[in-house]
């Protein structure tokens, strides 16, 4: 398993920005793919982006679409997660998942195919 940890969340105005990392501690990220997935109280987790081993293929919820860009460093071992425009609805805890096999536009959401995940950190949107 990779030990992943998430940080960057924080409390924002509606229309603010922030921008999350996930780190890997003790492994390289070159071999994994990454999710980005969100779960706000009483909800579900939900998938919200996705990035593959080498950045070349990358998926997005439809409810970020051209709000959200998801981007890694191999090099800095990191996998970032850059939210513009953020809504009240974003608020929620944001984790970030690994997965050593490669993902599809269909299966990217589901959180069986991760086998390894962060702590989570804090997003809120409020003014």
């Known amino acids: 398993q990779v030990h992943l940890v998430e940080s960057g969340g924080g409390l924002v105005q509606p229309g603010g920005s922030l921008r999350l990392s996930c780190a890997a501690s003790g492994f390289t990220l070159d071999y994994y793919a990454i999710g980005w997935f969100r779960q706000a109280p009483g909800k579900e987790r939900e998938g919200v982006s996705y990035i593959s081993s080498s950045g070349t293929s990358t998926h997005y919820a439809d409810s970020v679409k051209g709000r959200f860009t998801i981007s890694r460093d191999n090099a800095e071992n990191t996998v970032y997660l850059q939210m513009n425009s953020l809504k009240p609805e974003d608020t929620a805890v944001y984790y970030c998942?690994?997965?050593?096999?490669?993902?599809?536009?269909?299966?990217?959401?589901?959180?069986?195919?991760?086998?390894?995940w962060g702590q989570g950190t804090q997003v809120t949107v409020s003014s």
């Open positions: 998942a690994g997965s050593f096999f490669a993902l599809d536009d269909s299966s990217w959401h589901g959180t069986y195919e991760y086998d390894s």
